[in-house]
């Protein structure tokens, strides 16, 4: 069992930079692929990117290419989430997520473990 817990949200003006970061209990974090995704109101939940375990092979949703950054510390059993540029379409929950199997995947529901999520609102 995984638990993963958000921190670093809240409101920044149009053009600002936040960083999340989600905190991993366990032993084995390590071994999972970690990624963040985001939900705005009315909307489906989206991939925002995703890393894997050791952290060399990283992959990012269209929409925040060359904005976002995600790294990880595996000492420290956290990820991270650099966001620059932030534009108010980026207003949304951001939640981490960690996945048991190998690979680095896009899709929400291969995804095993949740956080409970961090808003994230960029005022325009």
């Known amino acids: 069992q995984v638990q993963l817990v958000e921190s670093g949200g809240g409101l920044v003006q149009a053009g600002g930079s936040l960083r999340l970061s989600c905190a991993a209990s366990?032993?084995?974090?390590?071994?999972?692929?970690m990624g963040w995704f985001r939900q705005a109101p009315g909307k489906e939940r989206e991939f925002v990117a995703a890393v894997s375990a050791i952290g060399g092979n990283k992959y990012y949703g269209d929409s925040v290419k060359g904005r976002f950054t995600i790294s990880r510390d595996n000492l420290k059993n956290t990820v991270y989430l650099q966001m620059d540029s932030l534009k108010p379409e980026d207003t949304a929950v951001y939640y981490c997520?960690?996945?048991?199997?190998?690979?680095?995947?896009?899709?929400?529901?291969?995804?095993?473990?949740w956080g409970p999520g961090s808003q994230v609102t960029v005022s325009s």
């Open positions: 366990g032993r084995t974090f390590s071994r999972y692929t």
């Open positions: 997520a960690a996945r048991v199997q190998f690979g680095i995947m896009s899709d929400y529901a291969r995804y095993d473990y």
